[in-house]
């Protein structure tokens, strides 16, 4: 069997077999589930001082070759084009956008420079999966050098309409380089079809079934909608409880309800709206004063990029507020945590939450909807109350669907969750699992190295 050859923007250091957070290195590990392989990417270092080197490092599964990146990369294409524009833009927040030229040079120089570095560990029947929108233009650039192997791409964002993907000068560029590619590859259907739309709309190519033609080049373009392993989630839940910091966090509650949310500390999360709802709910609500608590867990992330700088700030002030103006000695409405949780001791936390409350603006799939389904008692289990704009909504129907924009339909939806009678909860918690189930992570990988077998 050929081996598999997986690209991102950061290869994270984590240690075989135990658990990790974010859905891109969840992704890689699943990729080498059932394929040997190498793992290729940034090692999340800055180094200015002399020639870039590829460190490769064995593992029992599959290698990890890593290279840093200089100061003047790490800033044009890391934290310019790929997190000031291209991530915003992903995330329909044009308002945000930043654009430069010499941003956009250094995408392009980044993207050639791992090509360059890639090359040489490459054999000819590789497969090379490429992951994330860090790298839309790096099949292009191994494609120049003269490489045949079968490539794929997935997109963990969400991809936008033509007409906002237009914001973005090199938006031709993009889907040009994107068709570099045998297999694109989606979060959900809508992704897929923003695409396809630019296809027929912006470059007269044409599209049969899921198969599209543009600028010469004809590729597979599909919905792959990333998704979890529940039963183990279920099981790591399930021993969670029995450990000392499940115990300290349902003691702490003293009987009080509570609502949980987790992610990277984002703009794209809509952490200030969720906040700003749950003031309304203890505003409009009163009873849940003193009986109910939020727990925001938030690490920071991407600090050297201006707007998630801006949002940190946000957050501490309105977390400050509603805490100072509702607290009690006994009781505070919120704790919020800029800090990471291994995944095992989230599970134990989202089962004894009675709410999961993701509510995005804009999000490719969002795991922890699923991650909080699939960790409850499935005989007194929790309500995920989940933003329409996540992808994981176009799977999750048992969920109580909010829009993230609207405060007082998120408080309404708090409150349905916070009351829903025992029947409804199960009844809403098995047709998720239900989901979940048919389209597990192993579906996920099978599907796309078939496609990309088949391309
Ligand atoms: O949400 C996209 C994503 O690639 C996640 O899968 C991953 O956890 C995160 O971004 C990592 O971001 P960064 O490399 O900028 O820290």
Redesign the pocket.
């Known amino acids: 069997m050929s081996r598999l050859v997986v690209v991102s923007?950061?290869v994270a250091p984590v240690e075989e077999g135990k658990a990790s957070?974010?859905?891109?290195?969840v992704a890689v590990e699943e990729a080498f589930a059932k394929t040997e392989g190498l793992w290729f990417g940034w090692n999340g270092k800055i180094e200015n001082n002399g020639p870039i080197r590829v460190t490769v490092e064995e593992g029992k599964r599959f290698a990890r070759a890593t290279m840093p990146l200089s100061r003047k990369d790490y800033n044009d294409f890391y934290v310019g084009y790929a997190?000031s524009t291209l991530w915003p833009l992903l995330h329909y927040r044009l308002n945000v956008m930043q654009y430069s030229r010499a941003h956009a040079e250094g995408y392009r120089r980044v993207n050639e420079l791992y090509a360059n570095h890639l090359a040489p560990l490459l054999r000819p029947d590789d497969l090379i999966w490429v992951h994330?929108y860090h790298l839309f233009v790096l099949g292009r650039e191994l494609k120049r050098m003269g490489l045949e192997n079968r490539m794929g791409f997935f997109l963990?964002?969400p991809f936008p309409p033509p007409d906002m993907l237009r914001a973005c000068s090199e938006h031709e560029e993009i889907v040009r380089a994107l068709f570099d590619y045998d297999v694109i590859g989606f979060q959900t259907e809508n992704d897929a079809r923003n695409l396809l739309e630019y296809v027929r709309r912006l470059s007269g190519g044409t599209v049969r079934g899921n198969r599209a033609t543009a600028f010469g080049k004809t590729a597979r373009v599909q919905a792959f909608p990333i998704s979890i392993r529940p039963d183990e989630m279920a099981e790591a839940a399930e021993k969670a409880m029995r450990s000392n910091r499940a115990r300290q966090l349902v003691r702490s509650l003293g009987g009080k309800q509570l609502i949980i949310g987790v992610e990277?500390l984002d703009y794209s999360k809509g952490l200030d709206k969720r906040f700003a709802s749950y003031e309304r709910l203890l505003t409009n609500y009163p009873e849940n004063r003193g009986s109910v608590t939020l727990m925001q867990i938030a690490p920071p992330?991407?600090g050297d990029v201006q707007s998630y700088r801006e949002i940190r700030q946000v957050l501490e002030g309105m977390a400050g507020h509603i805490n100072g103006q509702f607290a009690e000695f006994d009781w505070v409405p919120i704790r919020y945590l800029n800090k990471s949780y291994r995944r095992d001791v989230l599970a134990g936390f989202f089962r004894i939450a009675q709410v999961g409350y993701v509510t995005p603006l804009r999000d490719?799939m969002n795991l922890v909807a699923k991650e909080y389904v699939a960790s409850q008692d499935p005989v007194d289990p929790g309500v995920l109350v989940l933003s329409e704009f996540a992808g994981a909504a176009a799977e999750l129907d048992g969920a109580v669907i909010v829009n993230p924009f609207d405060e007082e339909g998120m408080m309404e939806g708090l409150q349905t969750a916070l009351r829903m009678p025992l029947g409804d909860r199960i009844e809403r918690y098995q047709s998720m699992m239900a989901v979940l189930r048919k389209n597990d992570l192993q579906n996920w990988r099978r599907r796309f190295l078939e496609a990309l077998r088949g391309a």
């Not at 957070?21 to 290195?25: E, M, P, V, W």
Request: glycine share 20%.
């Open positions: 923007n950061r957070a974010g859905g891109l290195s997190n994330d963990h964002t990277r992330s991407r490719g």
